[in-house]
């Protein structure tokens, strides 16, 4: 169905990167296409997270462009990025921490809201039909992620696993065209990290999301992506399916150090 | 006891208008990180603003009624309020995004100084009053129930009445509406909220709109009961105690530490007093938010301080 692999959605094109004097990101190009899972992988420091935040527009990169759906972004910034359907998760989970659960994950609808702020302070008709409708969009991905359970908790009691859980919700509801994922599986025990694999894949496969991924496990990449960028010390030495990339002498050496 | 029920009544009644003033550094606190140090010239501004617009607005149209006169000044002053938030959101906050607290606690404190010179500039430093129609004379209830009666002062009441609506409806605003949502996101995380598509700059001139709302309703009430006058600014510093006790992140806390410091002040100003000398209900809030400060530093209702490490 719509796990079809299409054209182009993303395109990045030689992006540099520098705090100061410290080069984060040199030259680098890679593109992502429709309905594709594409992992970023790397060792510590590499420059994934860099990255992605390029692309998020957290960072502006000093040379390079982004091309999103055939429209250059010179300067992107959060933002706009959530506005033309990126959304995406923290390694360090950025959950609003007082919310309850259902709460973070309303927030996520958003931009989707169209009745305007007198409405809703009246909770006039249409502003409540509307809140309406949103919660049963929200109930739909608390079902898909099996959190029903602690939908009323605070976020900040809950464990860690499942904060990660919520978080994949909160970017979910956006409904996007492209889910960025930082570090999804990090910190995670084996079950966690399965149930984890289980949603990124389901949820590429029912609503044909396209996926950026970021991880710093090099084995459960492998098994899930469809295609591979690999960054060290801020450039790019492998690019391509995953057993293409394993078998890169530059990314074996990079992963387990020179003399292999 | 009926003595006693008296000084409680107006110790409630006070702490309301504390509750209100509290509530507006509560709100900016929440949404922006930011310790809103201009709450008293905002309140003294708006006082102003509504002091002097009730006089000049009837002058300008020719109006001879008082009330249509009041409630146009009111929405004049109101739109001036929202002026100056979407003023302070264009020309300061907007420039120091994800800069230290004590960078935007030192700007806040300029647009202080620059609220209270420009109020006073536009609209004179003389003493005005505001004259709204509240009833000032006191009024006996429940005499069956207490001897001698309770005795009210009616202006007191009405005040505390404008305030629990008002906090009451922001409470419901908050908890409720999807706007109100966003703005508790942006309270919690202000990456996050960008990321999934809160616009910072309109979240940031909505809190300062409401908490203009709150500070010339607040600006108000105070001056038809004092009086227009510079030491209005200081109002503010009277609900610094009220948010160290309920916390600053916290709407119900601010509320209730208004309460409690109303009563608080009332009771040990009438027992106390007489004891260890008069003029308690100056400082006795404030020794009260120093035990707090020293036992229980997040406040009654605030979100305690855990930092993973």
């Known amino acids: ?42 060792p510590n420091g590499a420059g994934k997270s ?48 007082g919310m309850s659960v259902i709460d973070n994950i309303m927030t996520g609808r958003n931009l989707k809201i169209r009745t305007n702020l007198l409405l809703q302070a ?54 996007p065209s492209i889910l960025l994922l930082d570090e999804p599986m990090a910190g995670m025990n ?25 991880e710093h496990d090099m084995g459960v990449v492998m098994d899930i992506s469809d295609r591979v960028v690999v960054l060290d010390y801020g450039k790019k030495i492998g690019d391509g399916d995953p057993d293409a990339v394993r078998s890169n002498p530059e990314v074996v050496s990079a992963y387990l150090g020179a003399g292999h | 006891m009926g003595f006693f029920v008296e000084t409680l009544i107006g110790g409630l009644m006070a702490g309301m208008l504390y509750s209100l003033v509290a509530l507006g550094f509560v709100l900016i606190f929440k949404a922006s990180g930011v310790f809103n140090f201009a709450q008293g010239a905002m ?14 607005i009837p002058g300008w149209l020719g109006i001879d009624n008082a009330l249509l006169g009041n409630i146009l000044a009111f929405l004049a002053a109101g739109g001036l309020m929202f002026a100056v938030a979407w003023l302070i959101e264009r020309l300061v906050l907007r420039h120091l995004v994800n800069q230290e607290g004590a960078t935007l606690l030192m700007a806040t404190l300029g647009i202080a100084y620059i609220l209270e010179g420009l109020g006073t500039s536009i609209f004179g430093s003389d003493i005005y009053k505001i004259d709204i129609g509240m009833p000032k004379d006191p009024v006996m209830i429940l005499e069956g129930t207490f001897e001698g009666g309770l005795l009210i002062n009616k202006e007191d009441f009405v005040a505390a009445l404008i305030a629990a609506v008002l906090v009451g409806l922001l409470t419901l605003f908050f908890q409720k509406t999807s706007t109100g949502r966003a703005l508790r996101a942006v309270a919690d995380d202000h990456q996050a909220a960008q990321s999934i598509g809160i616009p910072l700059n309109r979240i940031w001139v909505i809190v300062w709109c409401v908490a203009g709302v709150v500070a010339l309703v607040a600006g108000v009430i105070w001056g038809s009961k004092l009086g227009v006058q510079f030491s209005l600014a200081t109002v503010a510093l009277r609900a610094l105690p009220v948010v160290i006790l309920g916390g600053l992140t916290s709407v119900p806390g601010a509320i209730l530490g208004g309460l409690i410091i109303g009563v608080g002040e009332k009771l040990s100003e009438v027992y106390l007093g007489p004891h260890i000398g008069g003029g308690i209900e100056i400082w006795f809030s404030y020794q009260l938010a120093l035990v707090f400060l020293l036992f229980r530093p997040q406040g009654l209702f605030g979100e305690k301080i855990i930092d993973r490490v």
């Open chain 1, 1 to 42: 169905m719509s796990r079809e692999i299409g054209e182009v959605i993303l395109d990045l094109k030689n992006v540099s990167l520098a705090f100061g004097g410290v080069k984060a990101l040199t030259d680098i190009s890679f593109d992502v296409r429709e309905h594709e899972i594409r992992a970023i992988i790397g």
């Open chain 1, 50 to 97: 860099s990255m992605l935040n390029v692309i998020n527009g957290v960072y502006r990169p000093q040379q390079g462009e982004i091309v999103l759906r055939g429209r250059r972004f010179a300067r992107m910034n959060p933002y706009k990025a959530a506005q033309a359907g990126i959304s995406r998760t923290f390694q360090n989970i950025a959950l609003f921490k």
């Open chain 1, 122 to 175: 009246l909770w006039w008709g249409p502003a409540r039909r509307e809140e309406l409708a949103h919660r049963a969009k929200v109930e739909e991905v608390i079902d898909f992620l099996e959190i029903q359970h602690i939908r009323k908790t605070p976020v900040g009691r809950l464990p860690y696993g499942l904060q990660k859980r919520v978080d994949l919700g909160r970017a979910l509801a956006m409904e």
């Open chain 1, 190 to 214: 084996v079950e966690e990290k399965q149930d984890m694999c289980r949603f990124i894949l389901d949820v590429n496969d029912q609503f044909g999301t396209t996926i950026v991924l970021i």
């Open chain 2, 43 to 56: 309140v003294l501004f708006a006082a102003l603003a509504m002091a002097r617009f009730a006089v000049w």
